[in-house]
């Protein structure tokens, strides 16, 4: 069973920046895509960002040009760099792998969330 923890999130001001990590445990992380995903209050849940087992990249365009993702499959980890944040970026983040990236939030595995916070 793949196990899924993000971490990384916070409070921080507009223009800031904040690294998002999602640490795998349970199964060979490498052989997942992962997907970070994010849920405002009162919103549906909405992708942000997917990297292939190829390394292939996929981006919202709301956060494309800000955003990067990237893997680290020798630490079992896949990371969100974000920057130039903005109020409208706060949400609770996830991150779930599946077999291949999609953009709806029918993933196999989940993590638990991290909050970010924007200020004006």
């Known amino acids: 069973q793949l196990q899924l923890i993000e971490s990384g999130g916070g409070l921080v001001q507009a223009g800031d920046s904040l690294r998002l990590s999602c640490a795998a445990s349970?199964?060979?992380?490498?052989?997942?895509?992962v997907g970070w995903f994010r849920q405002a209050p009162g919103k549906e849940r909405e992708f942000v960002a997917g990297?292939?087992?190829?390394?292939?990249?996929y981006y919202a365009d709301s956060v494309q040009g800000r955003f990067t993702i990237s893997r680290d499959n020798s630490k079992n980890t896949v990371y969100l760099q974000m920057h130039s944040l903005k109020p409208d970026d706060t949400a609770v983040y996830y991150c779930?792998?599946?077999?291949?990236?999609?953009?709806?939030?029918?993933?196999?595995?989940w993590g638990q969330g991290t909050q970010v916070t924007v200020s004006a």
């Open positions: 990297i292939e087992r190829t390394d292939i990249r």
């Open positions: 349970g199964l060979t992380f490498s052989s997942y895509a």
């Open positions: 779930a792998a599946n077999w291949i990236v999609i953009r709806t939030p029918d993933y196999n595995y």
